[in-house]
């Protein structure tokens, strides 16, 4: 199906991380409408077999463009770990992942001793390592897997004793390295990106992934000729679960500052 100029871009994670892409592309092209998928039934996604993402991310890929999305954002850093090459390989629109995009920046600013916070599957993948010594062989990369933000964030905990515990528990291995930037390799987790800078301390750099990407998405999508002429009316955008679940509704909600419509989609069903 070929891509069109006045189509969606569609997005996915396994829940409500993603949105922090969703909302940084919202703010960098206003002009475009969004399609998200949030696979809450299988959520998260971090714990599952590399076969498993790519089977759920295959099925969402080819639904949001059987839905009309133009081009796929691999919103999910678990999903770009392992499916990402599956996806460009099945789908006849552009797909973009939060992965390579991130690692050019890391490549332009320069940095020497970088941390990752990640979900169990994108830590033992073992992209980021990769790809960042590629870019610049004198790179320092330490990595943790990070999994139990996900599901209190999912939980919209996202203030309070719990979330600090989780955090306090990862930062103290991550001081101990003295990284200089911290990357935060999920997209669920620039949502507590405050609460974990105020604890690791301003000498720890934050590196905003969503901007990055949105930015990169922007590009890519200027240079296929498909993005929205100012004329054109923006629809508005679209939100779809594999399983409802009011926290997602709630932070959907918190991002983008308006009610929003959230409808189920059964793919497995």
């Known amino acids: 199906m070929p891509a069109r100029v006045d189509g969606p871009i569609g997005l996915f994670d396994s829940g409500v991380g993603g949105l922090t892409v969703a909302r940084a592309i919202a703010d960098r092209l206003p002009g475009e409408q969004l399609l998200y998928f949030g696979d809450t039934a299988h959520l998260p996604y971090g714990d599952k077999s590399p076969e498993a993402i790519r089977g759920y991310s295959l099925a969402i890929a080819h639904h949001l463009v ?93 203030s309070g004793p719990i979330l600090d515990a989780v955090i306090n528990g990862y930062a103290l291995p991550t001081e101990a390295e003295n990284v200089d930037a911290l990357l935060l390799a999920c997209t669920h987790y620039p949502i507590v990106a405050k609460q974990i800078g105020q604890r690791l301390g301003e000498h720890v750099a934050l590196l905003s992934t969503p901007q990055i990407v949105a930015e990169h998405v922007a590009l890519e999508l200027a240079k296929h000729g498909l993005l929205h002429t100012e004329s054109l009316q923006r629809a508005a955008h679209q939100f779809v679960v594999s399983d409802f679940t009011p926290a997602f509704q709630a932070i959907a909600q918190q991002f983008f500052g308006e009610v929003i419509e959230l409808r189920e989609d059964h793919l497995w069903a």
């Open 66 to 158: 059987s839905l009309g999305a133009k081009a796929v954002v691999v919103a999910c850093n678990s999903a770009s770990s392992v499916a990402y090459e599956a996806l460009v390989e099945a789908l006849d629109v552009p797909v973009f992942n939060v992965i390579d995009p991130v690692v050019d920046e890391v490549a332009r600013l320069g940095l020497e001793r970088v941390g990752i916070w990640g979900t169990k599957a994108t830590v033992k993948s073992g992209v980021f390592p990769s790809k960042l010594a590629k870019a610049n062989a004198k790179i320092h990369v330490s990595a943790w897997a990070t999994p139990l933000l996900v599901p209190v964030i999912e939980e919209n905990i996202l």
